[in-house]
C-alpha cells in the first residue's frame, strides 16, 4: 500500500516546511516537493493543503482497564486506544501492575493479555512495582531486554503502591545500570495518608478534602527525595505529573546542576485549578486526581516550565472513572473516590490551543512536547515521534483554523463526563495515519482493534 500525503505544512519538534511525504507500506518511503510527478502510481492521495502535518502524538501515561480505588479505569484499550487516535495520539505508554509477590514478568503478561486484540495503536508498557526484594532486582534487566524499559515507583498510596526509600535506592541502582528509567510517583504519601485520616475523624468528607490533605509541599518533597536517590544511585528519574510550582522548583534546582532529570506535566494543571473542588454538592469528585489540581497561579509557572524544558513532556495520566457508580463510590468519603481523570482524547486539541494559539508555545515546541520528547526519553526515536524518512508512518493531518467544542456527548474516551465540557479550541484531529494506515479519515472511524502492536522500547541513552 502505497499513500502520497500532498502539500501539507509539515512540522516536527525543529522542521516547519509544506512537501509532500510518500508512505510505502508501513514507514515514510520519501519527503520532497512535488512527488507526485516522480513516485508513479499510489493507492491514495491525501491533500493536506492548509493543513499541518505532525508525527502523530505519544502519550506516555494512560492508565486502561486499571484496576484501582475497588473499581476499573473505563476505557480499556479497545475504547482508550481509539479515543486517543481520534485526538491525534498514535502511540500510548501504559501502565502495567506487579501486585504484591507477582514476578515482574507475570504482571506484564497480564497487561499484554488486556492490550492484545483490543489496541487500535500502538503501545508500550512501563511496569509499576510495588514488591522488589533483593532476588527480584535481576528481574528488571529481564524486561529492560523486553523493552519495558521504563518503571513506575510510588512514594504515595501507603499498603496499595507506595515503596519504600532503600526500594527505590535498589531499583534506580539497578535499572540506571541496565539502561533503564525509573518513573517516580513524587508524593510523602505518609504525611498525606495521616492528613487524610485526620480529615476524616473531622467529618471532613467531601471532594475538596482531597486536595487540602495533598499539599504541594508534599508534592515537593516526594520530588526532591526522588531526585535526592538518584542521584545517589547514579541514575536518570523522571517525575510523572508533575502538577505544582514548589515541585517544579526541585527539578529545576536539579536540572541547573546537570542532574539527568526529567518531568512530565498534564494538560489539567495546566488548564484547571481546584476552585473545582469547592461546590457543596459532589461534582469536585470529577477532578479528584492525585496530585489534585492546584491554585491557578501555577499555570503560568508551569507553562514557564514548558517554554524553558524544565518540563520536557505533556502527557495526560488517562485514568478515567464514570462519574456515575464509580466516582460516587467515595460520595461519604472523598478517601473512596477514585483517583483520576479523562483526557487522552484532549490532550492534542487543548494543548495546540493554549498552548500555540494563545501564544505561550511555538508549533515546533508543541510537536516536541506531545510526541518528540517523549519517543526520545522512553527510547521510541526515531522509529516514533517524527516525521523523517524511515520513520513509521504515525502521521496527524491537523486542521490549525477549525473549531471544536468539547463535550462528552461527542467524545469517544467511555467515561460519562469530560473535564472541559462546553470548551471551545481551535486546531482538530482530521486524518491519522497509524503505521501507514489510516485510522480516522476525516474524522471517521476506520481504524480496527487490535491493529495496534506492542512496541520494543530502547533503553535510556
Ligand atoms: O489520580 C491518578 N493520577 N490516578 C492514576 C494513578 C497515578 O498515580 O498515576
Ligand atoms: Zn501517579
Ligand atoms: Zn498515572
Redesign the pocket.
Known sequence: MRTLITNGQIVTAVDNYVADILIDGETIALIGRDLRSIVGEVDRTIDASGRLVIPGGIDP?T?MD?P?GGTS?SDDFETGTRAAAFGGTTTIID?AVQYHGQALNEALDVWFGKAQGKAAIDYGFHLIVTDLPDNRLPELKGLIDQGVTSF?L?M??PGV?LVDDGTIFKAMTEAGNHGGLVCM?AENGVVIDVLVKRAIAEGKTGPKYHALTRPTKAEAEGVHRAIAIAEMANSPVYI??LSCYDALMEVQAARDLGLPVFAETCPQYLLLDDSLYQSDDFEGAKY????PLRDRENHERLWRGLRGNDLQVIST?H?PFCFKEQKELGRDDFSKI????PGVENRMSLIYHHGVVEGRIGLNRFVELTSTAAARIFGLFPKKGTVAVGSDADLVIFDPDREQTISAATHHMRVDYSAYEGWKVKGVTETVLSRGRVIVDNGQWQGKAGDGGFIKRGTFS
Not at 288 to 291: G, L
Not at 338 to 341: D, S
Open positions: 501515561h492508565h486499571l484501582f479505569s501502565f513506575k510510588f504515595a498510596y503502591f510517583h510523572v505529573h479528584v486526581m492525585t496530585p495520566d485514568c477514585p483517583n483520576g481523570g
